[in-house]
């Protein structure tokens, strides 16, 4: 069976507007502490492991998925006709797979978190399943990173209560401006903060 290419970021919303409605998950996957992969073994060897995260993506998911990277260390899969739950189910072996097959010389930090979502439980729209996926990855980070987590909607206080007004009127600009969503721009700030003090941890 064909392995399925990996998509542009305006292909794979292409893609995603092409299933017409129909139910599907979206999953988004961020590598943990890629940066340190790349800073201490250099560009070649990061290159190397977006390769072989392709090829498990591509090996791994059922036929129909669609894969995309939209940018970075970021990449995306539809699974269409498939509950959240379901997804979960894959992606924790996705996840256990490269941690078992993970290069002994690549940093013991490095791994994989995914974040799901699904249409119609979660969201309609991409941009508002993006977000909520978005959100299930960064709530993967907060509990240890290396995991999948569904989108649950939020009761607890809205971020305006910890934030400034000002504050997120610059985040939001900065995000319409770099096409990323809020959550992705402050997991990006979180992973930085945790690499900057990891001696005090």
């Not at 129909?22 to 502490?33: E, I, Q």
């Not at 309609?124 to 290396?146: I, M, N, S």
């Not at 096409?179 to 721009?185: D, F, P």
């Amino acid at each position: 069976m064909p392995r399925p290419d990996i998509l542009t970021r305006p292909a794979f919303e292409t893609a995603f507007e092409e299933l017409r409605g129909a139910p599907v998950t979206l999953a988004l996957l961020d590598l943990d502490h890629f940066k340190t992969l790349n800073d201490a073994l250099g560009h070649t060897e990061g290159d190397r492991v977006l390769r072989g995260v392709e090829r498990l993506l591509s090996g791994s998911l059922p036929t129909g998925s669609v894969i995309g990277r939209l940018g970075g260390d970021e990449y995306a899969a539809l699974l269409p006709e498939t509950a959240a739950e379901t997804a979960l189910i894959l992606f924790d072996e996705v996840i256990r797979h490269f941690q078992i097959h993970r290069d002994p010389h690549w940093p013991r930090t490095l791994g994989l978190s995914v974040g799901l979502a699904a249409r119609p439980a979660h969201a309609h729209t991409f941009a508002d399943l993006q977000r909520a996926a978005d959100e299930a990855l960064l709530r993967a980070k907060r509990e240890g990173r290396g995991r999948a987590c569904i989108y649950v909607e939020s009761k607890m206080v809205l971020k305006s209560n910890y934030y400034p007004k000002s504050q997120l009127e610059r985040l939001s600009k900065l995000s319409g401006a770099l096409g990323r969503t809020e959550a992705s721009l402050l997991r990006e700030a979180l992973d930085d903060l945790v690499e900057k003090y990891r001696g005090e941890l």
